[in-house]
C-alpha cells in the first residue's frame, strides 16, 4: 500500500534561520506529490506541487520543494523563516494510475521563534 | 480560493443521535472528498464521489454514509453519532484531472 512518512511531527526553528520539512512516500508507480499548509484553526492550502518536470518546485510564501526520485523523497524547504511560518505542513501523495485519492503524511508542525 | 463551503461549520451533539454535514461547491467538479483530520493522525479518508451517485469507500468509513444526487452537493452522514467521531472534518474537490484537491473551511463536530 502506498504511504506517505512526514519524518519530523514537530519542527522549532528561529525567525530568519532556514528550514527543511522531510517527507517520504513509498509507491511502484509514478506519482503527483503536494505539499499543504493549516494555519490554525484555518482549512488546508496548497502550497507547492510537483506533477512533471523540473524536480525543483517553487511555491507561494517563498517555500520550495525537490522531488528526488531515487530517494523516494519530497523535502520542503524555506530560507529564511517568518513569525507567519508558523503552522502545520502536510505531505500529500496521489499516484498516477487508477482512481486513487491523496494519502497524507500525519502533519509536521512547524514552530517560528523570535 | 475555490468555491467550497461545508456546513454547519460547528456542532455539538449526543452520542446515538444522526448528523449530516454538507459540502457544496460551485467549481463544477467532478471529484469530492470527505476526510476527517484528528491529533496525530493528518488527514484520513472516509469517502469519495467520483460522479453523481457515485461514491466510494476511504480508509476510515466505518460508521459513515455519504450521498452525492447533485455535482455541487456531497452529504456525509453519522447514522448514530459516536465520541470516537468527535472530529475536524474536510471536505475536498477536484477536477477531471484529479491533481489537485482544493479544501473546504471544516466543520467541527463534538459528540457527547
Known amino acids: 500500500a502506498q504511504s506517505v512518512t512526514q519524518l519530523d511531527s514537530q519542527v522549532p526553528v528561529f525567525e530568519e534561520a532556514p528550514v527543511e520539512l522531510r517527507c517520504n512516500y513509498s509507491?511502484?508507480?509514478?506519482?503527483?506529490l503536494f505539499w499543504y499548509v493549516q494555519y490554525p484553526n484555518q482549512g488546508l492550502q496548497l502550497l507547492l506541487k510537483?506533477?512533471?518536470?523540473?524536480?525543483l518546485v517553487k511555491g507561494i510564501n517563498g517555500f520550495e520543494a525537490e522531488f528526488n526520485k531515487s530517494q523516494t523523497s519530497f523535502h520542503l524547504r524555506k530560507p529564511s523563516v517568518h513569525i507567519s511560518d508558523t503552522a502545520e505542513y502536510f505531505c500529500?501523495?496521489?499516484?498516477?494510475?487508477?482512481?486513487?485519492?491523496?494519502?497524507f503524511g500525519k502533519g509536521t508542525r512547524l514552530s517560528v521563534i523570535a | 480560493d475555490a468555491g467550497i463551503t461545508q456546513s454547519p461549520r460547528h456542532k455539538v451533539t449526543e452520542t446515538g443521535t444522526p448528523v449530516t454535514l454538507r459540502c457544496h461547491q460551485t467549481?463544477?467538479?467532478?471529484?469530492m472528498y470527505w476526510y476527517r483530520q484528528d491529533p496525530g493522525h493528518g488527514l484520513r479518508l472516509i469517502h469519495y464521489?467520483?460522479?453523481?451517485?457515485?461514491?466510494d469507500k476511504g480508509e476510515v468509513s466505518d460508521g459513515y454514509s455519504v450521498s452525492r444526487s447533485k455535482t455541487e452537493d456531497f452529504l456525509l452522514t453519522l447514522e448514530s453519532a459516536t465520541s470516537s467521531q468527535t472530529s475536524v472534518y474536510f471536505c475536498?474537490?477536484?477536477?477531471?484531472?484529479?491533481?489537485?484537491?482544493?479544501f473546504g473551511p471544516g466543520t467541527r463536530l463534538l459528540v457527547l
Open positions: 510537483y506533477l512533471s518536470g523540473s524536480t
Open positions: 500529500a501523495v496521489t499516484f498516477h494510475s487508477g482512481n486513487t485519492p491523496l494519502v
Open positions: 475536498a474537490i477536484s477536477g477531471q484531472g484529479r491533481e489537485t484537491q482544493y
Open positions: 509507491s511502484s508507480v509514478s506519482v503527483y
Open positions: 464521489s467520483y460522479g453523481v451517485k457515485d461514491t
Open positions: 467549481e463544477n467538479h467532478r471529484y
